[in-house]
């Protein structure tokens, strides 16, 4: 089904509006520093809204409203912990990354442990991109295709194209920026939706509540194997089954594991003052979780409408026979009205743009600062390091699209799921290394090469055993905590056995960290 010329004139000025950011930008870009952290004079508010823009993703926009219309709201549990985790990030991690000596996330762990530890963590860092930015194309391209007939791989083409064009031509000024007009677009598509679903209904949102509330959708049900039945999930500690405890202390690694990659730091270290950056922690954790919780009502909703105006796409859905992820772009183009869809759909592109822009350019600064410029091409001029970031952040883009090929060609029930499984397996424990070096202070880079070793092998094993080689001894959602685990504990115990000769720690853990400087409180 072709959009009709009215939302095809919304999205077109939509993406308009994201190329001229990119391009103005563009030309304020004239040194690494420009390009990767803008002029480090970003408001707290900016900020914050940035951080929204590119942690909602599409996984958000397309798969939790897919993923609440199939099921309930069990999958929402991993984000109750974000704003514990937000709250962590900005009494104890951002001081360590606005401190002088750290440069980025992977320098930390160059100056705690070693360049080796900093090369395997931006390694790492590298890979959990790769698929994170793999399955938002693929989400994306589902929506583009829907819209337009164009085939799934074509519109992975486009929708990576567009996004590496202003992303790599603008820097991280551009990003900023677009992510903040990303985040209102964002959340204006998704009232939409709502508000047409409540106008159709006689009752209203009342009815929304009563109705799922009676089904069990409005809970922390999953379904049955076998019979498609909702059902409550556990509460308790369990390895094997999803429980209401494990799903949020999933969340809680995940999160943590974001709070400590090189997206994030990167905007702490945009923001004029610390004070800025924790004011951007609270514009994050008072806008995240609300926004999470809309997009799973808003599956809600659709399941209520549907079985009211009942088609055949939704039966298809709960039946089982499609994906999930068809159920809002049939919505938008069934239901919406003309100039109400454009803008939802422009939204959804807001959802994917913002996260992939940042994860791009974030990628690019990874590349030069603890790869390129460590190991391939030292003591360069700027202009050098400039290009090679320019370079590394369109073959990110190539590759992002090269992976979202791939995810079109798997099955998993829903691509919530399969993103969560994904990066469990390729998250490395780095944050376990993070919390090692922050909260103690022993070890070196032997003790986290012997948990880096041990990890590598867990994760090994995890990997078979997802794919059946071996005997599964956890359910792969956990694999992410589980990482972080053996990460700590081993180099814990090896610090125990090999201790660490004496030097200067200063600013580099809890223990030792100085006194805030009032230049930049």
């Known amino acids: 089904m072709k959009?009709?010329?009215?939302?095809?004139?919304?999205?077109?000025?939509?993406?308009?509006v994201v190329l001229a950011?990119?391009?103005?930008?563009?030309?304020?870009?004239?040194?690494?520093?420009?390009?990767?952290?803008g002029r480090r004079d970003f408001p707290g508010?900016?900020?914050?809204?940035?951080?929204?823009?590119?942690?909602?993703?599409?996984?958000?926009?397309i798969a939790y409203p897919a993923d609440s219309f199939k099921?309930?709201?069990?999958?929402?549990?991993?984000?109750l912990a974000f704003p514990f985790v937000v709250t962590l990030a900005g009494l104890v991690f951002i001081p360590f990354f606005r401190s002088g000596r750290v440069r980025s996330a992977y320098h930390y762990l160059a100056l705690r442990f070693g360049p080796s530890v900093s090369l395997y963590a931006a390694i790492v860092y590298l890979g959990a991109q790769l698929v994170r930015t793999a399955t938002i194309t693929y989400l994306l391209a589902v929506l583009l295709a829907s819209l337009t007939g164009l085939t799934t791989p074509a519109c992975i083409l486009?929708?990576?194209?567009?996004?590496?064009?202003?992303?790599?031509?603008?820097?991280?000024?551009?990003?900023?920026?677009t992510d903040v007009m990303q985040t209102v677009v964002l959340m204006l598509g998704a009232g939409a939706c709502v508000a047409v679903v409540a106008q159709a209904l006689p009752g209203g949102l009342t009815q929304v509540f009563s109705e799922a509330w009676a089904a069990g959708k409005i809970s922390f049900r999953d379904l049955e194997a076998g019979t498609g039945r909702l059902v409550p999930v556990g509460v308790g500690f369990s390895l094997v089954e999803k429980t209401a405890l494990m799903f949020v202390l999933v969340g809680a690694a995940q999160y943590v594991a974001g709070q400590l990659d090189q997206d994030t730091v990167q905007r702490w270290c945009s923001a004029r003052s610390a004070r800025e950056a924790r004011k951007s922690m609270v514009v994050l954790g008072l806008g995240a979780l609300p926004i999470w919780?809309?997009?799973?009502?808003?599956?809600?909703?659709?399941?209520?409408?549907y079985r009211h105006f009942p088609s055949d796409v939704a039966t298809a859905v709960l039946a089982g026979t499609r994906k999930a992820e068809d159920i809002l772009p049939h919505f938008i183009l069934t239901v919406l009205p003309p100039g109400i869809a454009g803008l939802v759909i422009s939204a959804a592109l807001a959802a994917a743009m913002g996260a992939l822009?940042?994860?791009?350019?974030?990628?690019g600064m990874v590349w030069v600062n603890d790869i390129h410029r460590q190991y391939l091409a030292r003591d360069r001029d700027d202009a050098h390091y400039l290009r090679a970031g320019r370079m590394a952040s369109l073959v990110m883009a190539g590759l992002m699209a090269g992976g979202a090929w791939l995810l079109y060609h798997s099955s998993a029930a829903t691509m919530m799921e399969l993103s969560i499984i994904l990066l469990a397996l390729v998250g490395g424990g780095i944050s376990g290394a993070f919390l090692f070096g922050i909260l103690t202070r022993s070890g070196d880079a032997r003790s986290v090469g012997a948990g880096i070793a041990c990890t590598v092998?867990?994760?090994l094993y995890a990997t078979l055993a997802q794919f059946g080689h071996v005997p599964r001894l956890f359910n792969s959602y956990y694999t992410s905590i589980l990482g972080n685990v053996v990460m700590f504990t081993t180099c814990w115990l090896a610090a125990r056995l090999l201790p660490a000769p004496e030097r200067d720690l200063t600013d580099l853990t809890v223990w030792t960290r100085r006194p805030a400087d009032s230049s930049d409180s």
């Open 158 to 177: 486009v929708a990576a194209g567009l996004t590496a064009l202003y992303t790599v031509k603008g820097g991280f000024s551009a990003v900023v920026w």
């Open 71 to 79: 099921t309930a709201w069990v999958r929402l549990l991993p984000n």
């Open 457 to 459: 092998g867990f994760t």
């Open 357 to 363: 822009s940042s994860s791009i350019n974030a990628a």
């Open 3 to 16: 959009l009709p010329l009215t939302d095809l004139a919304v999205v077109i000025a939509y993406f308009g």
């Open 45 to 61: 508010w900016a900020v914050g809204l940035s951080f929204i823009g590119s942690t909602i993703s599409s996984v958000t926009f």
């Open 293 to 305: 919780t809309t997009f799973m009502f808003l599956g809600t909703c659709l399941w209520v409408y």
């Open 21 to 37: 950011i990119g391009l103005r930008f563009s030309r304020r870009n004239r040194s690494t520093e420009s390009y990767f952290l």
